[in-house]
Each structure stands twice: as C-alpha cells, then as structure tokens.
C-alpha cells in the first residue's frame, strides 16, 4: 500500500517527527540551562545511536528484502550524514559543523516533508526507518548547533571574566568531547564548506548516476513532488535540469547561511555588548 504526499499517513509522520524533535530540543536545552551538560551530552549521544541503529536496520532490511541492488546504496546525500555525525561526534570540527548544518540538516527536513519512499507502506520496515532515520539526523545537528551556540556563549563570557575559555565552554555546553575540541558557532563565511561538499558530491556522482541511469542527489531527475519538481518544469530534463539545480543549491546555501551573518572571529558581537 502506497501513501501520498500530505495524506493522512504523511500526516501522521510529520506529527511524529515534530513530537520528537520539539521534545528532545526541550529537554536538552532545559539540561544546558541548569548546567547539566554531561546529561545533555547523553542525550545528544542517545539520539546518535538511534541514527545509526535506524540506518543499518534499513540497509540489512534492504539485503534479507532483495531489495538492495545499485540504486539503492547508502549513498545519498542522507546517508552520508549518517556517518558525518558519528565522524563529529568522535571528533568536531568546524568544516564538519558546516557541512551538518548545509546540506545534511535541510536535506533530512526536506526528505522527511517529501519523502521519496511513499511506493512503500506507510508502517512498513522501510517507511518507519526511514522517517525515524531522517528525523533524528534533524535532532542530532539541531542539538550540535545548540552546543555549539553554547560552547560560543561559554567563550564570550571566558573572556570577559579571565576564566578558562575552552574549560568553561565545555561544562556549558560544549560537545563532551576533551577540552580545547569544542567547536563554537558557525559563522557566515563557513558557507564555503558546505560548497565545497556539493561540488565534490556532484563531480564523483553525477559520472556514476549517468552511466548507470540512477539517481543519488537527483541530479538526473527531481524526486516526485519535491521543489526540485519546479525546476525541472521550467528547465526540462537533462542538462537544463542540473544548471537549474546548480542554482537553485548556490541561491539556497547562501540563503540558509543568513542568520549567521556579521558573524566573525570573534563571535556573536551584539550577544557580547548585551553583556555589557
């Protein structure tokens, strides 16, 4: 059985994953603010483990299901992601934090508002992992971002005080990882890594989705439904269709980036003179 874009099933998901997302952000940030970031770190690895155990389930359903052949490999853009959080939670960094943020936070939101797997059951195996896989992917980096807005704020008030920046930034709120590996916030400039991801991903799967006419990043045809649906309209398929989606990524990177503009090295400036 089938299920439609923003049918009653859909419905029912979306509700789900904003239950989820609304009450984890809830508890974590009620954790931070009571300065109990070890508990808030636990939390934040909890969520990553049900990002990897939802993912793998998927793909060893895939393999007992027949249904893993070669446009189904792990190699969407999504499924990288999977592995960029485990990656940052072992070891942060600002080109990562970046990447999390722009494309691997939008591209689960959006894959969970049109998803491309409604050929499948709504309750099935593969339609439950899938939402549950994509909306902790949406947790996971909203909560790195909130650590590392509060690994910032730690810093801020580090150096107006004379005390320890990276020790404070981490009982805060940094990461739980050892002090000095906290990654602060985003700025606007960092925008430069996200690009660099799409342009490396489209330069190795673009020869591999042509030559054996799949669809990893839709780069040869927009999932049904979808925005990308749009573009293909007015530009037509083929090479028209990847320009348009060329653009339509740039113009967005650059949009997703905005509200962390002015940002410099010294971090949230107005967040400082506030202080003041």
Not at 53 to 66: D, N
Not at 113 to 132: A, E, K, Q, R, V
Not at 175 to 186: D, H, Y
Not at 201 to 228: C, I, K, Q, R
């Amino acid at each position: 059985m089938e299920f439609t874009h923003f049918g009653n099933e859909h419905l029912i998901w979306l509700a789900i994953c904003v239950l989820l997302c609304c009450g984890t952000l809830f508890a974590v940030k009620a954790c931070l603010a009571k300065g109990r970031a070890a508990k808030a770190a636990r939390i934040r690895r909890i969520v990553l483990f049900f990002v990897l155990f939802t993912h793998i389930v998927q793909q060893i359903y895939r393999i007992a299901a027949h249904d893993f052949n070669i446009g189904t490999l792990p190699i969407h853009v999504c499924s990288l992601a999977v592995w960029a959080c485990l990656i940052y939670e072992i070891r942060p960094n600002r080109p990562l934090l970046a990447m999390l943020y722009c494309p691997f936070l939008p591209g689960a939101a959006l894959a969970i508002i049109f998803p491309d797997w409604t050929m499948y059951p709504p309750f099935g195996i593969l339609s439950i992992t899938g939402f549950l896989a994509h909306v902790s992917i949406v947790i996971y980096i909203l909560l790195v971002l909130v650590f590392a807005k509060s690994a910032e704020g730690a810093r801020a008030a580090g150096k107006e005080t004379g005390e320890d920046a990276a020790g404070l930034s981490d009982s805060v709120g940094g990461t739980g990882a050892p002090k000095g590996k906290t990654v602060s916030n985003l700025r606007y400039r960092d925008l430069i890594y996200s690009l660099l991801f799409f342009a490396a991903y489209g330069a190795l799967l673009l020869p591999f989705d042509l030559h054996f006419n799949v669809n990893y990043g839709f780069m040869n045809w927009p999932s049904p439904g979808s925005p990308l649906d749009v573009i293909a309209k007015y530009t037509g398929p083929g090479t028209g269709y990847r320009l348009g989606f060329a653009v339509f990524i740039l113009v967005f990177v650059i949009l997703w980036y905005l509200p962390y503009i002015g940002r410099g090295k010294s971090g949230n400036k107005g967040a400082e003179q506030r202080r003041r």
